[in-house]
């Protein structure tokens, strides 16, 4: 990704959603808890604030709807429902997606932008019902009161405002939107919120201060100050400026108060002539000779004249009396003696109240906004630093936007304080910012900087700004994955190269002779393994990641395919806090997922079944992980109506996976693990959650590659238990050694039942297959040096069996003698070795010998 | 890529984010009193908005989107010298 702000905000934009979705699940079951509410609130409105600065309207749009619907929530005014939850949902998916795909591409899907508009209007509908004030807990809009630029107001909209106001009795909101200087910084977009005001009917606005020159403008510090009219109740523009509400005025305007002539008096017989007859006409209720008589004159005037604007405001208001419209006649008797005067009154009744002019830009002394904006700086800084950029270049952004900060509140004061700390050459430019910087925010009121504030800029900047105070910096560090991957393939290598040591101690005895250099080697091979195994340990301890980040998905999942599927599910959980690597957790997550849909889906009854069957209505599924010596254990159980053998081995048969021989002979357990079989589906109707013969042979082979182990316990009309194993971490694979035809091979730990050598004459052939009887179990053979053609030699005596359990059957492989233990880094067969069947990957010895490790699965 | 630069016009298409706003004027700058184009353009930031009301940037094309429209309507009339070019 090129873009570091949004590297950055990808992976915080997904933990808000995961609180987001966590805290409306929790909320669903304890409907109107206030701190849930506000979790989801809170999580929503940073979500909202930080999309902002990017590229992401739909985003922004969809959390922004979903935002108003929880704080309509908040404020009582909306009862919370399950099926607004799931309106809310679908918003929360759908951002998650975009996400992906914002990772992927650095740009939303194409689709998103109509995707985000029916999300929105889906949610509307609860929005609606809403009083339309005071949406989302954001505060009321003040009331204007100065309506002189009303006159300000294009004559041409003002003239069709008045028209519609007139005709449909639509109340007029004049709004006077004066963005905060570093609204921008907040993820704020003046041009966007005023696409969201209704009815916009009038549209003015004016620089705040005189545009410089373009090479010294700053176009992140908001200079402009938008004049609105819009047709529609002040309550609703309210509502819809909310989350600006301090930066607006609004209040209610009549139509005549938009009735405002204006241009260059020209005076003149004409006029005057004009006048006499309008009264004729108004006397006799004329209105359309009035009207005719008022464009007759207009079109002969220029069009820029105080008269001809005058004509222009009598001609609307005679056509609208013409058509019915109730007008007051003072009104046109008015303009119409205006005409000859030069000046019309104004029509408009007084206003009740004073109308002070403008209210006066309070200083404020370094708002929290502006604080976090400078500790983000600071960030900037040192992340340039580490990253070893020339810090130049950042370091003069940086400077720049600290400039403007200073500047948009006001504290001109500071900023000369800025410029002396800062003057000299660029090359100590960034340390001296970022001293300065380091100041000023230790002296930022503590209460103050702890404010917590929209937006996680904000937010982290109260916590730096805290930290500098204290001297010392502790918190965590988010780190890219693909960096962790590459430390653990460097630990990997440090390995290997440690195990050459006691190699080369040996040539040092051996070939040179040397028992002294010999020993100093072993010793020193002692000391770097320690140390070795330290860091080994350390960044294992780095990848691994708690089991509840795959957890979190699921009481999602659950309700929403209890409520398709109209069953009573309760998931118990437990274990969250059992940690695996990285990669073991997220190579769960699909499987578990399968697992759980099987549970709900095949295992669990439908009520009325369970209750005939003397079981509680609600179903429970209970998933749990704990650790088990070098493995992860996770249990997927419910109290449903369990695996029968019999229906297995028929729907097996019917399915032409095994022959009806085969089933006869079959344990109820080997039975049960058919269900893994691809192509394998007992419910005969595929239903939309599950059965469609794939999922359950995806778990295994998942399982599998990943070298763990999958058992199903199941009895009939009380429930299933799935056990998943797999190692704690896939980094280091503990193989056994086995030598055979002159080869070294290794076998994966997990598949090794025993070692044994039995005597030759002890080895069968039943059914034309080699094995052996063990413990009362039959064992059939796979000679290893014959699969993997390294040739047969002499017959030993004993003959040496490595037993392995794979897919829950036991296979001997026959090999010629056993070898260690060892624990080393397994790296996958990539390209022209891909190919390779038999081997699942390969390792590096100590000794520079590559070691391979064989795919029992596909040897048997 | 919302901002291009063809024959000496500069091209705002689909919506202009507030990043655009810093290319925009470093665009602007380079080619004094270059026209804008926004005939393709959906939406655009308020700091790019401020970029073409200080450059005072002559108008090419207007754009189709009503808000816009209204908010762009102050700059200058980009004044076709000769037939136009492609």
Not at chain 1, 75 to 97: K, Q
Not at chain 1, 157 to 165: D, L, P, S
Not at chain 1, 188 to 215: I, K, M, S, T, Y
Not at chain 1, 523 to 551: C, E, K, T, Y
Request: proline share 6%; hydrophobic share 45%; aromatic share 4%.
């Amino acid at each position: 990704m090129t873009n570091p702000m949004l590297a950055q905000f990808i992976p915080e934009a997904r933990d808000l959603l995961a609180a987001a979705n966590e805290a409306l699940l929790s909320l669903e079951r304890t409907p109107g808890d206030p701190d849930l509410v506000n979790t989801v609130f809170r999580s929503l409105h940073t979500l909202k604030g930080s999309s902002g600065i990017f590229d992401v309207a739909p985003l922004t749009q969809t959390v922004h709807a979903c935002e108003d619907l929880l704080g309509q929530v908040r404020a009582g005014e909306t009862g919370f429902e399950s099926a607004m939850a799931d309106g809310v949902f679908a918003c929360l998916d759908a951002a998650s997606r975009w996400l992906d795909h914002l990772e992927a591409e650095e740009a939303l899907p194409p689709e998103a932008a109509a995707e985000a508009a029916a999300l929105v209007e889906d949610l509307r509908g609860w929005l609606g019902t809403a009083a339309p004030d005071e949406a989302g807990g954001a505060a009321e809009v003040p009331a204007l009161d100065d309506f002189s630029w009303l006159a300000r107001l294009p004559e041409a909209e003002r003239i069709e405002a008045v028209r519609a106001a007139l005709q449909d009795g639509a109340p007029l909101t004049a709004l006077v939107y004066d963005p905060a200087p570093d609204c921008f910084f907040n993820g704020d977009d003046p041009v966007q919120n005023l696409r969201q005001l209704p009815g916009l009917c009038c549209l003015a606005f004016e620089p705040r201060a005189d545009w410089p020159g373009l090479d010294e403008f700053d176009p992140f510090t908001c200079n402009l100050r938008f004049f609105v009219l819009c047709a529609a109740p002040v309550a609703t523009v309210g509502e819809r400026m909310g989350y600006v509400a301090d930066q607006c005025r609004a209040g209610l305007v009549g139509a005549a108060d938009l009735i405002c002539p204006a241009g260059e008096r020209e005076g003149g017989e004409v006029f005057g002539d004009f006048s006499r007859r309008a009264e004729a006409m108004l006397a006799a209720g004329d209105w359309e000779a009035l009207a005719d008589a008022a464009r007759g004159l207009e079109d002969l005037g220029a069009p820029d004249l105080y008269e001809t604007s005058v004509l222009r405001w009598i001609a609307l208001l005679a056509e609208l009396r013409a058509e019915g419209v109730a007008v007051p006649d003072r009104w046109l008797s008015q303009l119409a003696a205006g005409v000859a005067t030069g000046e019309v009154p104004v029509l408009a009744d007084a206003r009740p109240g004073p109308r002070p002019v403008a209210r006066p830009a309070a200083p404020a002394p370094l708002p929290a906004a502006a604080a976090g904006v400078l500790a983000a700086q600071r960030e900037l800084l040192s992340a340039s630093r580490q990253q070893g950029e020339g810090s130049g270049c950042a370091a003069r952004a940086a400077l720049r936007v600290t400039r403007n900060a200073l500047r948009a509140c006001g504290r001109d004061d500071l900023l000369a304080r800025l410029e002396e700390a800062v003057a000299g050459d660029d090359g100590g430019l960034g340390d001296r910012l970022d001293r300065w910087l380091e100041t000023l925010l230790a002296d930022v009121d503590p209460q103050q900087a702890a404010q917590p504030s929209a937006g996680p800029r904000t937010g982290r900047a109260a916590t730096s700004a805290g930290d500098s105070g204290g001297g010392r910096r502790q918190g965590t560090v988010r780190v890219d994955q693909a960096r962790l991957d590459s430390l653990m393939n460097l630990v990997a290598e440090l390995v290997v190269a440690k195990n050459a040591l006691p190699y080369l101690a040996r040539r040092a005895q051996d070939t040179f002779g040397s028992r002294e250099l010999a020993r100093e080697i072993k010793d020193h091979h002692a000391l770097v393994h320690r140390i070795v195994q330290d860091l080994q340990g350390m960044v294992m301890s780095v990848r691994m990641l708690p089991m509840g980040n795959v957890f979190q998905r699921f009481p999602r999942i659950v309700r929403d395919l209890s409520r398709k599927l109209g069953k009573q599910v309760e998931l118990v959980m437990d274990g969250e806090e059992t940690e695996a690597d990285k990669n073991v957790v997220e190579n769960l997550a699909d499987p578990l997922v399968h697992l759980i849909r099987n549970s709900i889906d095949h295992g669990l009854e439908a009520p009325e079944e369970r209750v005939a069957a003397g079981k509680p209505e609600t179903g429970t599924i209970r998933l749990a992980a704990r650790h088990e010596n070098d493995s992860v254990v996770i249990e997927v159980s419910d109290d449903g109506r369990g695996i029968d053998p019999e229906t297995v081995k028929a729907k097996a048969v019917e399915k032409g996976l095994i022959d009806s021989a085969r089933a006869g002979t079959m344990s109820d357990d080997e039975a049960r693990a058919l269900i893994f079989a691809a192509g394998f589906s007992t419910v005969s109707d595929v239903s939309e959650v599950s059965g469609r013969g794939v999922g359950m042979d995806v778990v295994r082979d998942t399982v599998d590659s990943a070298g763990g182990r999958i058992d199903i316990l199941s009895r009939k009309g009380e429930g299933t238990l799935l056990r998943l194993s797999l190692p704690l971490n896939l980094a280091v694979t503990r193989v056994m050694t086995v030598e055979c035809g002159g080869g070294l091979y290794g076998i994966p730990m997990g598949l090794v039942v025993e070692t044994v050598k039995v005597p030759r004459d002890r080895v069968h052939t039943v059914a034309g297959r080699e094995a052996v009887v063990l413990r009362d179990n039959i064992v059939p053979l796979v000679r290893l040096a014959r699969v993997l053609d390294r040739g047969g030699g002499d017959e030993p005596e004993e003959v040496a069996i490595l037993v392995t359990r794979v897919r829950g059957a036991l296979t001997g492989l026959v090999v010629d003698e056993f070898r260690g233990g060892m624990e080393l880094i397994a790296k996958p067969m990539d390209g022209i070795l891909g190919g390779v069947r038999g081997f699942s990957s390969v390792a590096t010895l100590g000794d520079g010998r590559v070691l391979l490790i064989l795919q029992v699965e596909e040897l048997v | 890529m919302a901002l291009t630069v063809r024959k000496g016009t500069v091209r705002l298409s689909g919506s202009c984010g507030p990043e655009e706003a810093e290319d925009l004027q470093a665009k602007l700058l380079k080619r004094p009193g270059a026209a804008v184009d926004m005939a393709g353009c959906e939406h655009m930031h308020a700091a790019v908005l401020q970029v073409l009301l200080a450059a005072g940037a002559p108008v090419h094309a207007p754009p189709e989107d009503d808000l816009l429209r209204r908010l762009t309507a102050g700059l200058p009339r980009h004044e076709a010298k000769g037939a136009p070019r492609e």
